[in-house]
C-alpha cells in the first residue's frame, strides 16, 4: 500500500459543492456574514492563519460552560465525572479523525507547544524513569535535520536543543518552485541523525512535502520524523498509520475549532520512552518530598487543568468536518486552488510563488507584486474587504531563500467559494493602478 | 485608496537622501518582526545636546510604501535642524501616528508627514510609519547625542 495517502491521487472521487450546498456551509459559519471596511461583503483568504468556526463548535463550547464546567480527571462529583467523560471522549473522536487510538493523542494548547513539547523530549533525555529515552538524547556530533520551508515553530525549538545539547541542525534546502531540494538527502540523513522535523503541507506555498521518501530515509538510520501538520489535517483526508512518521503536531484553529487547543499525535511506543515537558498536576503517579513518578501518556504530557471547552470545541469541529467529508473538502479547496493558479497564470505583474501546478501543492497561495511591497498589495485588498496574510508568515528563511522580504498569501478553508477567489483577483488589479505600475 | 496619497507614492519611490554614506556619529539596524521590514540608519550630528545639529540621515531601507515613505519624510524634515527641534518633530509624528485619526497632524511641525496621517485609522501599519523614526530616536542615544528616555 502506498504511503502517501494524502494526496489526491489516492482519493477516490468525489461529488463537488453544488452552490446549494456551499451556501448551507456558508450559513453555519455566521462571521462570514460580516461586512467590513464601508459595509462591504468579507472575503476572507485568511484561513491558514485562523479559520473561523461552525456554530456547532460555539454551541459545544458554550454548552461545556452551561452543563459540565469541573476540572476533568479531579474530583469524584457528578459534574466533574461527566466532565471527564466528555474530555476524553473528545481525545477519542479527535485521535480517530487522524486515525490514530485515544491513547495516543495527546492536548496541547497550539501546535507551537507540540512541537516544544517534542523538542524538550529530546533535551530532557536520557531520563532516568524511562531508559528507552536514550533514543531521544542528543549529545554533540548528533544532528537534527529541518527544512527550509520551516514554520518558526518547528525551526526555532530545535534551535534551541541543538543549542542547549551541542547537537547540530542541518537543513533540507528549498529548491526550485519552493519544492524541498532532496538532491543531497543522503549526505543530510547519516547515521548522525537522530530527529528529522519537517512540514507536511508549507504554510507559505503550499509545498506538500515528501513525506514517505524523507522519512523512509530518516527511519533507515534509526532517526525519528516529526511531522508539523496544521496546514494539512484540515484540508486532507489524513491516517497517521500510513504516514509513515512517528510524531506530529496540529492546531485546532486552523481546523474550525477554538484557538487555544492543539494536538499531538505520537506512535505508542515512542510516547511511552518520552520524558514530559511540562510537570505538575495530573501527569503525576506518586509525588515524594524528593521525587516523583509520572503518569503513562497521553496524561504525562498534560500537567495542569485542560482547556477542556476547546477541548470538546475541538471535537465538535472534527465531527463537522467528518460530516461534511473530508475528501470532499480537499476537492473542493483544490478545484479553488486551480481557480486562484489560472488566475495568476492570466497576470504577468504578479507572481505565483512555489509550485505552479496542482501537482504536490495545497490550498496556500503566496504570490508577489514586483516594485510593491506586500503590505502594501495587502492593504488595498483589505480596503476592497479582501482578508488576506502579509509579511513573512513566521518563516522567515523561507523568504530569504526566495529572495523576497515579504508576500502575501491567500489561503482557503472549507467556507471559500469561487466567486471570493473572483473577488480577489478583482481587487488584486486595482494594484497595478495605485502604485502606478506596468500591467501586461 | 485614500490612505496612499501621492506625496506617499512619490517618497516611496524617490526617497529622499536615500543610501549609506560615511561620516556618521552612530549607525543603527531596526526591523519591524512582524512583516520583516528593516532598516539601517546612520545620524550624523555636528555639536552635543539638544542644540547639536542633525548634519546627515542616510539609510537603507527595505519595507512597504509606508515604512520607506516615512524614512524619506524623516530624512526631508530633520536634516539641517537641532536634536532639539527633530525630537519635537519626532512627537508630533508619533502623536499623530497613534490618534486614531484624531489629529491630522501639523503641516508647520512635520511637513510632508502629515500626508501620512492616514496610516492612523490602519493600527497594524503604525509601526511600519515609525520604524525610520524609532532608528532615528535610538541612533541620538547610541551616540551619547541624547540620553536613554529622553522624550520622544
Known sequence: ?440 | MDLYQELILDHSKHPRAAGLREGYVAEVHHINPTCGDEVTLRVHVDGQGDQATVSDISYDAHGCSISTASTSMLAEEVIGHTVAEALETHAAMKAMLTSKGKDPGDEEVIGDGVALAGVAKYPARVKCALLGWMAFTDALIQSGTIAQGAKA
Open chain 1, 1 to 440: 500500500m502506498s504511503t502517501t495517502s494524502t494526496t489526491a491521487t489516492t482519493i477516490a472521487p468525489v461529488s463537488p459543492f453544488t452552490e446549494a450546498d456551499l451556501a448551507a456551509i456558508r450559513a453555519q459559519f455566521p462571521i462570514l456574514e460580516r461586512t467590513v471596511r464601508d459595509d462591504q461583503p468579507l472575503v476572507y483568504l485568511d484561513s491558514g492563519a485562523t479559520s473561523h468556526s461552525p456554530l456547532r463548535v460555539l454551541d459545544a463550547e458554550r454548552d461545556w460552560y452551561l452543563r459540565l464546567n469541573a476540572a476533568p480527571h479531579r474530583g469524584a462529583h457528578a459534574l466533574s465525572e461527566e466532565g471527564t467523560e466528555a474530555y476524553e471522549n473528545a481525545r477519542e473522536r479527535i485521535a480517530a479523525f487522524i486515525g490514530a487510538g485515544a491513547d495516543e493523542f495527546v492536548f496541547t494548547k497550539s501546535a507551537t507547544e507540540s512541537l516544544n513539547l517534542i523538542a524538550y523530549a529530546f533535551q530532557n533525555s536520557p531520563h532516568p524513569l524511562y531508559p528507552g529515552s536514550e533514543r531521544f538524547a542528543l549529545r554533540e556530533g548528533d544532528e537534527v535535520l529541518v527544512t527550509e520551508l520551516e514554520h518558526h515553530a518547528n525551526l526555532v525549538p530545535w534551535q534551541e536543543v541543538t543549542r542547549r545539547t551541542g547537537a547540530t541542525l542541518r537543513w533540507i534546502p528549498m529548491g526550485e518552485h519552493g519544492l524541498l531540494d532532496l538532491t543531497d538527502l543522503d549526505s543530510l540523513i547519516t547515521e548522525k541523525t537522530k530527529v528529522v522535523a519537517l512540514t507536511h503541507v508549507s504554510n507559505v506555498l503550499g509545498t506538500i512535502s515528501p513525506v514517505a521518501k524523507i522519512a523512509e530515509a530518516a527511519h533507515a538510520v534509526g532517526a525519528l520524523v516529526v511531522l508539523d501538520a496544521c496546514q494539512s489535517v484540515p484540508h486532507l483526508p489524513l491516517d497517521v498509520t500510513t504516514l509513515g512518521v512517528d510524531l506530529l503536531a496540529f492546531s485546532g484553529h486552523k481546523m474550525l475549532g477554538p484557538m487555544g487547543i492543539g494536538g499531538l499525535w505520537g506512535r505508542a511506543d515512542v510516547l511511552a520512552d518520552m520524558p514530559p515537558f511540562l510537570t505538575g498536576g495530573s501527569m503525576i503517579e506518586q509525588v515524594f518530598m524528593d521525587r516523583s513518578t509520572y503518569m503513562p501518556p497521553p496524561a504525562r504530557f498534560e500537567a495542569g487543568v485542560p482547556a477542556a471547552a476547546q477541548a470538546i470545541g475541538l471535537a465538535a469541529a472534527v465531527a463537522w468536518l467528518t460530516e461534511v467529508g473530508m475528501e470532499r473538502i480537499h476537492a473542493h479547496e483544490q478545484s479553488l486552488t486551480r481557480r486562484f493558479l489560472d488566475g495568476f497564470a492570466e497576470r504577468d505583474w504578479v507572481n505565483l510563488l512555489g509550485p505552479a501546478g496542482m501537482q504536490d501543492r495545497g490550498g496556500a497561495l503566496a504570490f508577489d507584486v514586483p516594485g510593491v511591497h506586500a503590505h502594501d498589495v495587502g492593504q488595498v485588498l483589505d480596503a476592497h474587504g479582501v482578508a488576506v496574510r502579509v509579511g513573512h508568515h513566521c518563516a522567515w528563511p523561507l523568504h530569504r531563500a526566495l529572495g523576497i522580504q515579504a508576500s502575501a498569501r491567500a489561503s482557503l478553508a472549507v467556507y471559500n467559494t469561487p466567486q471570493e477567489v473572483d473577488a480577489f483577483f478583482a481587487a488584486l488589479d486595482q494594484v497595478p493602478a495605485v502604485f502606478g505600475i506596468e500591467r501586461s
